[in-house]
């Protein structure tokens, strides 16, 4: 039988797909790109915020009309089915199962009573749960790491380093559908980023809701600089990077870690998520104005050349005039090379969906435009001050008439950050290797260049 697949969603939910991918391979299913020749077609759905939601349910709705076709069986797995089960069960009758994150560990089982018209028994899901019921959510077993079916191309791989969170912003449904923060151990990850570089991968992407926090529950203090350290020692490794780093999670540590290794990019993904004091309090947010001011200036007196990027919310309940106003002057002084800005999601069970002053959804547009238009024109100076610099970069694409080869320099995260084209002068014999680059020019969010010779 063929299947094919849909991850929605963040990179750590692709890691899940990747697994069940695996699973499927394993089972000798042909995996196939074309939902239209798929007997089986599964969804990996997101359920983090409304935006969210909606893009799974409108895809589970279009990828149900195959079903008039050849797709005899629809699965819809993740975050949204963890969150919302028995209300997708009601209204969805056209997928033939949901599987619930806590429930991955009989995925396959369930998944094989389907096609053997043996449908398991649908369990009822309880409410979401209170903060004090939150428990750890299983990890996959290491093997299911291993076995997972890459599908981020030739040169990258997410390695994912635990599940959940425990940080309790009010805001966030996360530790809801996920759990509280949990760390794989430190072995088991080496061991499968030894075979991602064994397969030839150039670039780990070290990946958790929170990466800091890894080792704090498993070997009592944090151990992320450690593992980046022994991560750089794989040689046929040539970058690494780390996705997301919570502010109070930033050691000396880790600084000197990214300042001094060669291979780990000079990149930091904070998100901060607002500056004013009152609104981070608000937040649950485990840092102030000040200290995240001093953060950012710290990091840059250490590594001149690192880029910051970092996340922020409007229209946070209560989010009054000159909260905005404060945010709005912080962005323009912080200067953060990457920026992204969420309008604030009012999120069932959550404790900020509670709070008085929900903002109107016109005031969070307009606050969000206004953000992005501060923000467009920094990251438009930023590129600019490097036209002229001769960069790394990692040739990974082409476009579809062939004029221009793209790539991505250290500085930038793939699918989230801009690329660089460069003139092909038939050298297509250069895709998915390194090469240095000159900027000669700036186009949006992105970089235009030339091979050195």
Known sequence: MKVGFVSLGCSKNLVDTEIVIGHFKKHNFEIVNNPEIADIILINTCGFIESAKEEAINTILEMAEYKKQKCKYLIVIGCLVQRYYDELLKSLPEVDLFIKIDEYESLWTKIEDLINKNKAEKSVTKPMKKVSEIKQLKLPE????????????????????????????????????????????????????????????????????DTTKYGIDIYGEPKLAELLEKLAQIPQIKWIRFLYSYPEGITEELIQTVKNNDKICKYFDIPIQHISNKILKKMNRKTNKEQIQNLINKIRKEIPEVVLRTSLIVGFPGEKEDDFNELKEFVKKAKFDKLGTFMYSKEDGTPASKLPEQIHGNTKKSR?????????????????????????????????????????????????????????????????????AKIIDVKDYDLIGEIIK
């Open 142 to 209: 290491f093997n299911e790491f291993y076995e997972r079916v890459l599908t981020s191309g030739n040169n990258y791989a997410y390695l994912k380093i635990g599940e959940g969170c425990s940080n309790m912003c009010t805001y966030c449904a996360i530790p809801y559908i996920r759990g509280k923060f949990i760390s794989r151990k430190m072995e088991e990850i080496l061991e499968e980023a030894n075979m991602l570089a064994q397969k030839g991968i150039k670039e780990l992407i070290v990946i958790a809701q």
């Open 368 to 436: 969000y435009n206004q953000i992005m238009k501060i923000q467009q024109k920094i990251s438009n100076e930023k590129l600019k001050e490097k036209i002229g610099q001769e960069i790394e970069v990692l040739i990974e694409n082409i476009t579809s008439d062939h004029k221009y080869l793209i790539g991505r320099t250290k500085q930038d995260v793939p699918e989230e950050d801009g690329i660089i084209y460069i003139k092909n002068n038939n050298q297509e014999n250069i895709l998915n290797t390194f090469k240095n």
